[in-house]
């Protein structure tokens, strides 16, 4: 009986020193991303599972999901220089894995891609975001993702909603998301879009990252 209880009360001192660790490893990823330009930074892409095309009576809804979506991320990458990552994020390397981002997209259902409600454009919270990155496979990596989930984008105010999203890639768990909006332009959809991805990535750079250093990274 007494080896019993011995075994007993290690085995919950062992479970409770393993969750200390885990905790302790996720509270660490975002000081650590904010806190060094040598942090293993892995870029994910746009997500736009979620996402809404309001108030836009030309968008083709399939040809959104079947060809401009995927048009779109590429163009983040190819383009590195001016969609730039490494500036935004104040680091040293960017990496980057669409793989993930082009599978969740694929599956989207066109007919729920349009909408003529301008309420779509702040539906979301933060447990929307939340729920998103559990679809993602990511643990067993290392350092920090960064997934842009995007809510809306609203035709009658030139705007797009993307929530900013980093990942632990250890454990696959969100460490923070914000929501920010950036204005969209250009011609043909793709470079629409993507104008308003780069005036976001442009605002962190200016004054975001700062203010999220100083929130998450102390």
Sequence with gaps: MKSAITFKAKFLLFAALFLTCCTFTFAQTAKDFFG???TPFL????DFTKNKIID???ANAMDIRDRQYASINDVIINEAKKFDMKS?????????DLGLVSQMNS?????????TSTADFHRLQASDIESVVRGYKVGGKKGVGLLLVAEGVSKSDKAIAIWVTLID???????????????V??????NYIAAGVKSILDAIEKKKYNEWKSKYGM
């Design 36 to 38: 060094s330009s040598e």
């Design 43 to 46: 870029y994910l892409g746009v």
């Design 56 to 58: 836009d009576a030309t």
């Design 88 to 96: 935004a994020f104040h680091k040293s390397n960017v990496d980057h």
């Design 107 to 115: 599956k989207i259902n066109a007919e729920a891609i349009l909408s």
């Design 169 to 183: 890639l250890s454990n696959g768990k969100m460490i923070m998301t914000e929501r920010m909006e950036g204005k």
């Design 185 to 190: 332009g250009g011609f043909g959809f793709r």
